[in-house]
């Protein structure tokens, strides 16, 4: 596996009859890229098999070694072969159900288009890494993988209040600021995040979302997630590296997180426990030299375990945007897209209601006995001041809202 | 030797008039029941021989055949053992056809001859109503809501001379004293829960279902018990409903009619059959059918089978539970308001964010038990915490159940103004004609549905509850955006924490 950089010139060189001038990547012609659509659908075949596959052997060439059952001729494939006779008969089999043409058509269907190492179009940031995916299918426009900057950032998907307003300011702030927010689509952090980055796409200078999905690009994984995995597509790009159709299988999810951290040039963790997909995520980042920023939370908090310890293991703390920024190089201009700062201020009878949230939640019935109104007028002060963006509701609790500095409740 | 005597059965809540036709005649003494017997009537010919030969009566060593017409309906219920007997005692001659003519019988035998209770008497009797109906003593109250003449019967022995003449009729025995009135819980008890108490007062005043969300011990259950003394007494016929009900269900009814609105509160390891009604053939009444005017209170609501639940959605919508088996069909009364209480999380204890120690998918989980369509049901969903002790220690509440009953009345009549028994039954094409909205109302509401926190069907749950508000405080025709923000505050969305959490 450690060899597989190596071959990547020469793959990127494949096929040898486009000549010896490096003139760019080559073209993926539409064969080659069934061919390789069809090698990712192959049952068994591992993100390392496919890519060691791939870098000896252009996509057809492949597809036909692999149709032909004689799996000897390739060194890559020749000890599977040897020692596992069933993948291969697997393989077979697979070959006369799902041939390249027709795994095509159903990626058209799925709207994902299909990248493969070391071609055009393909992610410069994931080119080099050792670990990429050979064959990458997409759905938006890929080209926004390689440009401009790009910030990871991820967390718990059991997050807290704060810690998703905390991701909601952070991608809507990277994203007005040029950044590309990079995120897993997962409940809690990772599509607050997105979320943010989506609600700043009409501001002129606002950088597209990147997703990574560890299901096939068809296969909404939470399912809650429809508008938003579409909105993403649609202002920026999903990627994945499995044919469309793959369902969401526990061992797909820190595959996933290996590209997220190579995408990013940072990654920013929002909240975390001690253990998780997050804390992968950071073993991950590290491994390839990316800086990890962590937010800093409570020390009750349990969502904020894994963020706490990173910091004390010298993690820099990204206490808001412009921490970000600055470690990315940027300079960051004030009040940039905080949710704060866009408020309309209070009316005068709503301030005596507002003046009452503190660190505590409360009820309508708090409101009103505190504040000595009637339910009525209590029910009209929240309504407003909810609408205003001074307090979030759960359930039947009002909390106030991240404050203009970005920290959150 | 034939004779037929008039009896009845029941169905549901319905009695059918059932002709009991026993024919004496020569042959192997025998005896057989035809006409769909169950197994409870099948039973009726060894009480009969018993009670007949206690009672120093004959029973016939000749071939008797018993026959129930209509033959079609399968016939249940112990009550078809006096018509047997009588009409035995006819065929055979020991009693003259006349002495038994434009009589009905009902009632269930004892192996020493006396006249049994049977249960249902009041829809039995009204199905045999054009007769002179003769029902176990201890049964004459009831029997004489809905029947003409009622006699009654204490022994066989009894009712035998009094046929002949004999004997005057035995009185019916002393009325029990009705039980005594005991207080209703008083909402004044109820210290804090300035929220929760206006939910009551709105539930009863509108008729609005109802569904308190809190930790044990913040008082749900004390809440809901005091919803019920708040409403109205029932209306003549659905009070003549509620005691068919009651008494095919086989209750007491120490008092006569039913005339309180009833509570039933049925534990939530409840079966289907026993919350809808059911039964292979006499289709017993089940609990929402027994709450029937009055209220259902489902305790820790997230507890009942998802069956159960979801077995409550027609009956809300409808009004009634159509209950059909193979055998037999039947519509039961199912008019009710419902109260239910649940945790808000597998730990109780919820309260504000970040204060349960239950997991995310724990929490998802026990929501979901709650079906969407269930919890759409209710008008009214609101939280309830536990009082602080500033509350609890504080001066008691200023209204008690007396101040709120005046004011749910005017509601109700306000709302029997408008042709409708409550508020929640107004149909959402007429709400803006009966709910008119002002402009800024209208702008609350609009600004809800946009950013998502209401939905369309939402929105007439709200504006009926509004206009319940408006009833409640002033009863002006036009509702004020004050109205509609405390009554969209009263609609909790359940799933808020799932949504934030996505």
């Known amino acids: 596996m450690s060899s597989a950089p190596h071959h990547l010139p020469a793959a990127g060189g494949d096929p040898p009859a486009l000549g010896s001038i490096p003139i760019g990547p080559p073209v993926l012609g539409e064969a080659a890229a069934a061919a390789a659509a069809a090698l990712a659908s192959l049952p068994g075949i591992t993100p390392g098999r496919l890519r060691r596959l791939l870098a000896a052997r252009p996509p057809v060439e492949a597809w036909a070694l692999v149709a032909s059952g004689d799996l000897r001729a390739e060194p890559s494939l020749a000890t599977l072969a040897a020692r596992h006779p069933r993948v291969i008969d697997r393989w077979l089999q697979h070959v006369s159900t799902s041939p390249p043409d027709q795994v095509a058509v159903r990626c058209a269907a799925a709207g994902a288009s299909v990248t493969v190492i070391g071609h055009r179009g393909y992610p410069e940031s994931l080119q080099s890494d050792a670990h990429a995916p050979a064959v990458l299918f997409s759905r938006g426009d890929l080209a926004v993988a390689s440009k401009g900057r790009r910030v990871a950032v991820v967390g718990t998907r059991n997050a807290t209040a704060a810690g998703r307003d905390i991701a909601v300011e952070l991608g809507a702030g990277l994203a007005a600021a040029g950044v590309h927010v990079v995120s897993g689509l997962a409940r809690g952090i990772d599509g607050c995040s997105h979320r943010g980055a989506l609600s700043v796409q009409s501001d002129p200078g606002s950088a597209a979302p990147i997703a990574v999905v560890g299901t096939g690009i068809d296969v909404i994984y939470p399912k809650e997630h429809q508008q938003l995995w579409d909105a993403v597509a649609e202002a920026g790009v999903v990627l994945s590296e499995w044919p469309p159709g793959t369902g969401a299988d526990p061992w797909r999810f820190p595959l996933r997180n290996r590209m997220i951290a190579t995408l990013g040039e940072l990654l920013v963790v929002v909240e975390s426990r001690a253990t998780g997909g997050s804390m992968l995520t950071v073993s991950e980042a590290e491994r390839r030299g990316r800086d990890v920023l962590a937010v800093p939370g409570s020390t009750r908090s349990r969502a904020s375990d894994g963020t706490n310890q990173l910091l004390?293991?010298?993690?820099?703390?990204?206490?808001?945007?412009?921490?970000?920024?600055?470690?990315?190089?940027?300079?960051?201009?004030?009040?940039?897209?905080?949710?704060?700062?866009?408020?309309?201020?209070?009316?005068?009878?709503?301030?005596?209601?507002?003046?009452?949230?503190?660190?505590?939640a409360l009820d309508l019935g708090d409101v009103a006995r505190l504040a000595e109104l009637a339910l009525v007028e209590a029910a009209l002060a929240l309504g407003r001041l909810e609408a205003g963006g001074w307090l979030v509701r759960a359930g039947s609790w009002f909390e106030a809202a991240g404050t203009g500095g970005g920290r959150g409740g | 030797m034939l004779a037929t005597i008039p009896s009845a059965i029941v169905l549901g809540t319905r009695g059918h008039q059932v002709s009991v036709e026993v024919h004496v005649s020569t042959g192997l003494p025998g005896f057989t029941i035809v006409g769909l017997p169950d197994a409870s009537v099948r039973e009726a010919r060894d009480r009969v021989r018993a009670a007949l030969l206690s009672s120093g009566l004959p029973w016939p060593q000749q071939r008797v055949t018993v026959n129930l017409a209509p033959t079609g309906i399968r016939?249940?219920?112990?009550?078809?053992?006096?018509?047997?007997?009588?009409?035995?005692?006819?065929?055979?001659?020991?009693?003259?056809?006349?002495?038994?003519?434009?009589?009905?019988?009902?009632?269930?035998?004892?192996?020493?001859?006396?006249?049994?209770?049977?249960?249902?008497?009041?829809?039995?009797?009204?199905?045999?109503?054009?007769?002179?109906?003769?029902?176990?003593?201890?049964?004459?109250?009831?029997?004489?809501?809905?029947?003409?003449?009622?006699?009654?019967a204490t022994t066989l022995t009894e009712l035998v001379a009094a046929l002949i003449g004999d004997e005057p009729w035995p009185d019916a025995p002393a009325q029990p004293p009705p039980p005594p009135d005991i207080a209703p819980p008083d909402l004044a008890d109820v210290r804090g829960q300035g929220v929760a108490k206006l939910a009551i007062e709105l539930a009863a005043a509108g008729g609005h279902h109802l569904l308190l969300i809190g930790p044990p011990g913040a008082g749900k259950t004390m809440l809901a018990h005091r919803l019920q003394p708040l409403l109205p007494p029932l209306t003549p016929e659905v009070a003549l409903e509620a005691t068919m009900v009651h008494s095919a269900a086989g209750m007491a009814l120490p008092g006569g009619m039913v005339r309180r609105p009833p509570l039933r509160a049925p534990h939530h390891t409840a079966s289907l059959v026993a919350m809808v009604g059911g039964g292979t053939t006499a289709l017993r009444p089940g609990e929402i059918s027994l709450a029937h005017g009055g209220c259902l209170f489902l305790d820790e609501l997230g507890e009942?089978?998802?069956?159960?639940?979801?077995?409550?959605?027609?009956?809300?919508?409808?009004?009634?539970?159509?209950?059909?088996?193979?055998?037999?069909?039947?519509?039961?009364?199912?008019?009710?308001?419902?109260?239910?209480?649940?945790?808000?999380?597998?730990?109780?204890?919820?309260?504000?964010?970040?204060?349960?120690?239950?997991?995310?998918?724990?929490?998802?989980?026990?929501?979901?038990?709650?079906?969407?369509?269930?919890?759409?049901?209710?008008?009214?969903?609101?939280?309830?915490?536990?009082?602080?002790?500033?509350?609890?220690?504080?001066?008691?509440?200023?209204?008690?159940?007396?101040?709120?009953?005046?004011?749910?009345?005017?509601?109700?009549?306000?709302?029997?103004?408008?042709?409708?028994?409550?508020?929640?039954?107004?149909?959402?094409?007429?709400?803006?004609?009966?709910?008119?909205?002002?402009?800024?109302?209208?702008?609350?509401?609009?600004?809800?549905?946009?950013r998502g926190s209401l939905t369309g069907r939402g929105l007439h749950r709200v504006r009926r509850v509004a206009r319940t508000l408006v009833d409640q405080d002033r009863g002006d025709d036009v509702i004020d955006d004050g109205a509609v923000a405390l009554a969209m505050s009263l609609r909790v969305a359940i799933n808020d924490r799932l949504r934030m959490s996505a």
């Open chain 1, 312 to 360: 004390s293991e010298g993690c820099p703390p990204a206490r808001d945007v412009g921490d970000v920024l600055v470690a990315l190089g940027l300079t960051p201009t004030p009040g940039s897209a905080l949710a704060g700062g866009r408020r309309r201020p209070p009316e005068p009878v709503d301030r005596t209601v507002l003046a009452l949230f503190g660190a505590d």
């Open chain 2, 75 to 152: 016939k249940t219920g112990s009550g078809l053992d006096l018509p047997i007997a009588v009409g035995l005692l006819v065929a055979s001659g020991r009693l003259p056809a006349e002495s038994v003519a434009g009589h009905a019988f009902i009632g269930e035998l004892g192996l020493d001859g006396s006249v049994r209770r049977v249960p249902g008497i009041v829809p039995l009797a009204a199905a045999v109503a054009e007769h002179v109906v003769v029902v176990p003593a201890g049964c004459t109250i009831e029997a004489a809501l809905v029947a003409g003449p009622v006699r009654c």
């Open chain 2, 304 to 450: 009942f089978a998802p069956a159960v639940l979801d077995g409550l959605r027609q009956p809300l919508e409808e009004g009634v539970v159509r209950i059909t088996r193979a055998r037999a069909a039947a519509e039961l009364p199912a008019r009710f308001l419902l109260v239910g209480a649940t945790n808000p999380c597998p730990c109780g204890q919820g309260g504000p964010p970040g204060s349960c120690s239950c997991g995310e998918v724990a929490r998802q989980r026990y929501l979901r038990r709650l079906s969407g369509p269930v919890l759409d049901r209710f008008d009214l969903r609101v939280e309830v915490h536990r009082p602080s002790p500033d509350e609890l220690l504080g001066p008691p509440a200023r209204d008690g159940t007396g101040d709120v009953i005046g004011r749910v009345l005017r509601t109700r009549a306000l709302a029997a103004a408008r042709g409708l028994t409550c508020n929640a039954q107004l149909p959402a094409e007429r709400l803006d004609e009966l709910a008119p909205l002002t402009p800024a109302a209208r702008a609350l509401l609009r600004l809800a549905l946009e």
